[in-house]
């Protein structure tokens, strides 16, 4: 019988924990080109490198550093802040845009810093940041990081430095997991369940938390390698930065405590600790389920990850659902109007604080205006008759003084990306035109472009023709078509790495320069193995609706045709009976409700669907040892699962 897979959640996390085969030596990096250096250069004379604020900024109240590593309890290094040290070198190397550069510089600022009174921050410790409020009667963490591990460093690291109080309240902003996976690392359940810890998050945070990756897990977690640049190794022609900060943990344990209180209006004042809060809730922006918080007593305002120091993404390159930029806009004026003329900081749970109001009534107005302009833009082209890739291409740059802002650059989102997600939420990937209604397959197409251009010799020849006027992007289009034709054909992929390797070493955004060098990286080295991950609190968080709804999507609903059959699932601890139909290839179910006469009743507890979903054991093991009860056709069920396919995470991307 076929065994479920591991539920797949944040794809950063994951992704991080990856490591490239060893088959003997792999070619080389390749160094900027001419093109590039030149490129690269000139970004130089385009924006106000000779602003060195927030170079001070990011320092600015620095309690204790922290240089060291992080470790797992197996003693793997999962955080290595020495690894990026090869960013202290002030000038950007040829293979590095300048812009992406100076930020590379700036997130590598790690320790415990003071925000304001009574507020401090761990960064750099992970790819988010951990708040921590001095309460009267105790510590409020913010947003515990991604895994226990950095969790438990950073708290270490501010009680070495600052009286040591229990934490007596944790808060999650959102619902993505390195703002909440490090829970366990900063309280113990025990002690929520208790009472002596509450846990505030905004609504609907546990639904989204679990669901957001499940169904497209696979596809998403391998996409996020990508996005991460997890296989490429940091330095100077390697990896950066993640844009929101360094990258995830290379391991650890992700976990989950669910939120004893849940924020449901649209703005709600609480006094925690003895510290009064109020929440802004912020659904549909970065994430589905999001909050703002401030704090009157210290004229505080946290915007969670709706502000950070930089142009997010409208559409993740990993893949998610595509974001609202009006509502982000509007939500981002509500909260300019309500506190732009009382915050006197302004920190988020990425990058560093804003002090000063009027320097954080521009940086709203700013991030407001850019959003604005990336769906109203978009929507003004898009009803002119242009398509995604059109309007890309004409929107190059946002309009006013917003260009020269650092605040607002591209180094997560970038405009090209973003105009284009506006495109797909409002008209969807089709772009009108007939002749892409039905187009062939990358293989299909490879293999008639390359005969059309005279033959892989003749592809090459105008790929290196392309490469030495600069020309890379044709370059990496050519290539492409190539390596899906000839998959095998090593110079080809070598051709195709050089090209996506300039560009990445041109890309101010850190998510583009990952991509590109992540896809060489493979072209070069090959698709490493990787067996894929799951935490223990998510997968027990995961409701059985969800369980079904990813069974209904491993369903293989081809090998389907003609087993038709009907199942009364129940789960004794739940007291819950679950309707199963397989029909026509299409499993659904219907919760609360039993088949009057079932093929077959299957009945368990949802803490045996948790441990086979945690490999821990499996369908087979589980019927045998009594943990699963099985009346009528018992044959049906192990039918039903060896329908089941087990998705492949390491699954090509750059070649077919």
Aim: proline residues 5%; hydrophobic residues 40%.
């Amino acid at each position: 019988m076929n065994r479920l897979p591991l539920l797949a959640f944040l794809a950063f996390a994951i992704a991080a924990g990856a490591h490239a085969a060893d088959d003997g030596p792999a070619p080389a990096s390749r160094p900027a080109s001419e093109f590039t250096a030149s490129r690269n250069a000139a970004v130089l004379n385009e924006l106000p490198f000779a602003d060195r604020a927030d170079y001070e900024a990011a320092r600015r109240g620095l309690v204790a550093p922290f240089e060291g590593q992080v470790r797992s309890a197996d003693g793997k290094v999962i955080w290595n802040t020495g690894a990026y040290d090869f960013l202290r070198q002030d000038k950007a190397p040829d293979s590095v845009n300048p812009s992406l550069w100076r930020l590379a510089q700036l997130n590598a600022n790690a320790g415990i810093f003071k925000v304001t009174d009574r507020v401090y921050q761990a960064r750099g410790m992970d790819l988010a940041n951990m708040t921590i409020i001095e309460g009267d009667a105790g510590l409020i963490v913010i947003d515990p990081l991604t895994v226990a591990e950095s969790a438990r460093a950073a708290i270490d690291l501010y009680y070495q430095n600052r009286p040591r109080k229990p934490v007596v309240a944790v808060i999650y902003t959102h619902s993505h997991a390195d703002h909440f996976g490090g829970v366990r690392g900063v309280v113990d359940e025990a002690d929520v369940k208790a009472g002596k810890v509450k846990i505030y998050a905004p609504a609907g945070f546990m639904a989204h938390a679990i669901s957001e990756n499940v169904f497209a897990g696979t596809a998403m977690l391998r996409r996020g390698q990508y996005q991460g640049g997890a296989l490429v190794p940091p330095n100077a022609r390697g990896h950066v930065d993640t844009g929101l900060g360094k990258t995830a943990p290379r391991g650890g344990v992700m976990t989950l405590i669910a939120p004893t209180r849940l924020i449901e209006k649209a703005f709600e004042r609480h006094v925690i600790a003895g510290i009064e809060i109020e929440f802004q809730l912020t659904p549909d922006t970065e994430a589905p389920s999001e909050m703002n918080l401030y704090l009157p007593r210290q004229r505080a305002l946290c915007m969670a990850e709706n502000a950070t120091r930089m142009m997010h993404n409208i559409l993740t390159p990993r893949g998610a659902l595509v974001r609202d930029a009006k509502a982000w806009s509007k939500y981002l004026d509500d909260s300019l109007v309500r506190y732009g003329d009382k915050a006197e900081v302004l920190f988020a749970q990425h990058s560093w604080p804003t002090w000063g109001g009027e320097a954080i009534r521009t940086l709203l107005a700013d991030q407001r205006d850019m959003y604005a302009f990336i769906n109203d833009r978009t929507l003004h082209l898009m009803n002119q008759g242009l398509t995604a890739t059109e309007i890309s291409e004409a929107i190059q740059r946002l309009p006013g003084e917003l260009d020269k802002k650092w605040h607002t650059r591209g180094y997560y989102g970038s405009l090209s990306f973003n105009v284009r997600a506006v495109y797909q939420r409002y008209l969807g990937f089709y772009d009108g035109n007939p002749a892409n209604l039905d187009p062939l397959s990358p293989t299909e197409s490879g293999k008639r472009h390359v005969e059309a251009l005279g033959g892989a010799g003749k592809v090459l020849e105008q790929m290196d023709a392309a490469m030495k006027k600069g020309d890379y992007r044709w370059a990496a289009q050519l290539g492409n078509h190539l390596v899906f034709a000839e998959p095998g054909n090593q110079a080809a992929r070598n051709a195709q790495a050089d090209a996506l390797e300039q560009l990445g070493y041109q890309s101010e955004a850190a998510t583009w320069r990952n991509m590109y060098l992540e896809g060489a990286q493979e072209l070069r080295h090959g698709v490493p193995d990787f067996p894929g991950w799951a935490t223990e609190d998510v997968v027990k968080a995961a409701t059985p609706d969800m369980f079904f709804d990813l069974m209904a999507v491993r369903l293989d609903s081809d090998k389907a045709q003609g087993h038709d059959m009907t199942l009364n699932w129940t789960f004794d601890d739940l007291h819950k009976p679950f309707a199963l139909t397989l029909r026509n290839g299409v499993l659904t179910h219907r919760a609360g409700a039993r088949h009057a006469r079932a093929d077959v009743s299957v009945r368990m507890s949802k803490a045996t669907l948790d441990r086979i979903s945690l490999r821990q054991t499996d369908f087979r093991s589980a019927i045998e040892r009594g943990e699963i009860r099985l009346e009528g056709e018992a044959g049906k069920f192990g039918e039903l699962l060896g329908l089941l396919s087990t998705f492949k995470l390491m699954f090509n991307v750059v070649t077919p």
